[in-house]
């Protein structure tokens, strides 16, 4: 089975802190990517990354950046967090550019206060 | 951007019953996909049908695609206590691996 992992289930943040969520996922997927869910607006991308290095903007992407050093891991972070960006977040990986099937992570609810 | 829009928004049914929710979108799609979020969870995938087949099963799922219409349909049947859960529809385009999903559908099984 696939396993997507996040770093943190749950976090809270002090609004102008550096915050750094982390996924990894094991099973060799070239794509990997954040979304955030709130409710009433279902998930939203954030950033994807198609390869070690790569990475792509999503949907929302201001006030993000992410990093992929390693092919199992994609990590985001929030460079100075804010209120607006309290949330829940989800890591997903799918195997390939041709696979659209998505695996997804736990989840972090992230709190900025 | 968000391209899906689930239909209802919520629902609650006796247990046995069949719930069927649908997935409208905007665009033309390559797939159409279908996730469950348990409470506070990942999103899981349930089924896929590709833009060209009109009706798929997999055990109590029943899935439906008109591409006409622009819509799909998810028919849970028999539905269980542990079907309680929100379901999403997410779409995709030709050489675009990146998913559009809806608002979704929270559905409630009462004992």
């Known amino acids: 089975d696939v396993k997507v992992t996040q770093s943190s289930r749950y976090l809270v943040k002090r609004t102008g802190e550096k915050v750094f969520l982390e996924c990894v996922q094991d099973m060799d997927h070239e794509n990997m990517f954040w979304y955030r869910q709130d409710p009433g607006l279902g998930l939203r991308l954030i950033y994807f990354s198609y390869d070690v290095k790569m990475k792509e903007k999503g949907d929302i992407p201001e006030g993000y950046s992410v990093s992929r050093e390693k092919k199992e891991r994609f990590s985001l972070i929030l460079e100075s967090a804010s209120t607006n960006q309290t949330s829940m977040y989800l890591c997903a990986s799918s195997l390939s550019q041709s696979s659209y099937e998505q695996y997804f992570g736990p989840g972090t609810r992230l709190t900025v206060t | 951007s968000q391209q899906g829009e689930e239909d209802p928004q919520a629902l609650s049914i006796q247990e046995g019953e069949n719930a069927t929710m649908n997935c409208s979108y905007k665009t033309s799609i390559n797939n159409l996909q279908w996730y469950r979020q348990n409470s506070g969870r990942g999103l899981v995938h349930l089924i896929l049908?590709?833009?060209?087949?009109r009706e798929k099963h997999s055990g109590r799922l029943r899935v439906t695609l008109d591409t006409s219409k622009k819509s799909s349909s998810l028919l849970i049947t028999a539905s269980r206590a542990a079907d309680t859960a929100s379901y999403f529809c997410?779409?995709?385009?030709?050489?675009?691996?990146?998913?559009?999903f809806g608002a979704g559908t929270t559905v409630t099984v009462r004992a």
């Open positions: 049908i590709r833009s060209n087949e």
């Open positions: 997410a779409t995709d385009h030709r050489y675009d691996y990146k998913l559009s």
